[in-house]
């Protein structure tokens, strides 16, 4: 079923168990309740969530603002729900709401074997810019480290 009504939202403590169910669905070690909880409580982080008509989560996306730069954390889009472009509009949300902040580069790590992401987050040009060994501890995956750099004049953003 096509969503069409998408509303984005800041993630409230309320909203965490069905974001866990999402989670879970979409992730073969997926984030814990006080990893989420964590996110909450950091000034510097943000979740963003894609509610549809009858306010059910459909996606979300976590993120970190530190000095400007955006480092993802996280994006899952409900397994019902996915090539609606959800998991499109929230990332172009964020991107879009941190360039108004003056914010020009975007980061983030995917599991290697994740060609899907890898793929997404090219699409959006993103730049593979290198490799950590064996960063994912559960499986021992290599992380593709991706960049997305904007060249801004931030004195127009005022």
């Known amino acids: 079923m096509l969503v069409m009504n ?9 909203d965490i168990d069905e974001v866990l169910e999402i989670e879970r669905a979409s992730f073969p070690f997926p984030w814990s309740k ?11 982080s943000r979740i963003i969530l894609a509610k549809g008509e009858s306010d059910e989560i459909l996606g979300f996306i976590c993120f970190w603002n530190v000095a ?29 709401s941190s360039i108004a902040n003056g914010a020009g580069l975007f980061a983030l790590e995917a599991r290697s074997r994740n060609t899907t992401a890898i793929s ?6 993103f730049k593979k ?22 060249n801004i004049d931030k004195q127009t953003l005022n």
Do not use: C, W
Not at 6 to 14: Q, V
């Open 68 to 96: 400007g730069e955006i480092h993802i954390l996280n994006l899952a889009v409900h397994p019902g729900h996915r090539r609606q472009d959800i998991g499109k509009r929230l990332l172009t949300h964020v991107i879009e």
């Open 129 to 150: 810019v290198g490799l950590r060994k064996e960063y994912y501890a559960d499986t021992g995956d290599d992380a593709v480290l991706m960049d997305l750099e904007l």
């Open 120 to 125: 997404f987050y090219k699409s959006f040009g």
């Open 34 to 44: 006080k990893m989420f909880l964590n996110e909450l409580s950091n000034p510097n």
């Open 6 to 14: 998408i509303r984005l939202t800041e993630m409230i403590e309320s």
